[in-house]
């Protein structure tokens, strides 16, 4: 897909995925693969389901926010859930 011949809007997209993707991939250098090989010390679960616990903390967060307006959330809590939402088609891909 060529970006000259995108709209305005389909270019905010492709630079918010493009932006996304660097995010995912600089956490991994990072931290390495601990989404896909958790070192489950503490949680003895799927990486899959460890996903979808960390989706789940996310979303609280979220639906939590207004009721907690004072407290700011230092995190980009959004981000964060888009990055899991992203990393468990990656897991499924990879055949967990």
Sequence with gaps: ???HSLTDTQKLITEECE???QHLIKKNQAYG???ADPINI???SSPIEQ???RIDDKLKRLMNKDREAKQLVP???VLDLLGY????RVLK???Y
């Design 42 to 44: 503490f949680a003895k």
């Design 19 to 21: 932006f996304i993707a």
């Design 85 to 88: 939402l992203i990393l468990k």
């Design 33 to 35: 693969n601990s989404f």
């Design 51 to 53: 996903i979808n616990v």
């Design 75 to 77: 995190e980009d809590t």
């Design 93 to 95: 891909r990879m055949g």
């Design 1 to 3: 897909m060529e970006k």
